[in-house]
């Protein structure tokens, strides 16, 4: 039994629920699929290291009990881990004049505000209005890059935009500070930008009549 256990707990798959529950409680950048393999196996290095220490105190259930909930309860922490260790490098990073680097994907960042925020989407290089509408979800982690956007509803002008160059010249009028963010594989670019700034600038436009 010791013998079957301690493969198992070294090859896999308690390395794999800690990479599962890290990556649903949070955005991290792993890589490639090479980098995904090496982070389950650095996790069941772990949980196995966890193991055979536990091993020399209590017997073989217990250790495997209290080496599961300790490596689950840690993975809890690992957002938080792994964004304070990223702000000690970016500041090692600073000595030596080089950018700052980021653990999460340019997409999660793009779609991380919550709101329904109007959205454009525009293939490259040609500038081809691809769809528009209010931003929904993107896709899940197994998926292809994919979202959801809904059919835009109201009499707003931006409702009314069919090209890249009209989009740009209502932001530029209107002074919005939009996101951009452009796929390079996929060939798109999407443009988005909050519903607040309308609400602020037909404030302003009542208070002035």
Not at 51 to 74: D, E, G, R
């Amino acid at each position: 039994m010791n013998e079957l256990i301690q493969p198992v707990l070294a090859l896999g798959g308690l390395g794999y629920l800690n990479f599962l529950i890290y990556s649903r409680i949070d955005n991290p950048d792993f890589g490639s699929e090479s980098d995904k393999k090496l982070m389950i196996l650095l996790y069941s290095s772990m949980n196995y290291g966890t193991y055979l220490l536990l091993s020399l105190y209590f017997k073989l259930v217990p250790s495997i009990l209290i080496a599961t909930s300790i490596s689950i309860v840690l993975t809890l922490f690992f957002p938080l881990i792994s964004r304070k260790l990223f702000i000690l490098t970016n500041w090692i990073r600073s000595i030596y004049g080089v950018p700052d680097i980021s653990n999460t994907k340019v997409q999660d960042k793009f779609f991380e505000k919550k709101d329904s925020f109007p959205m454009f989407i525009f293939s490259i290089p040609d500038n081809i209005l691809i769809t528009s509408g209010y931003r929904g979800s993107k896709n899940g982690i197994n998926e292809d890059f994919s979202i959801i956007n809904y059919n835009f509803y109201g009499n707003e002008e931006f409702c009314r935009i069919k090209s890249e160059k009209d989009l740009l010249d209502y932001i530029e009028n209107k002074n919005i500070e939009a996101d951009i963010y452009v796929n390079f594989d996929k060939k798109i670019k999407i443009i988005s930008f909050p519903l607040l700034v309308e609400a602020e600038l037909t404030n302003e436009q009542d208070g002035k009549l």
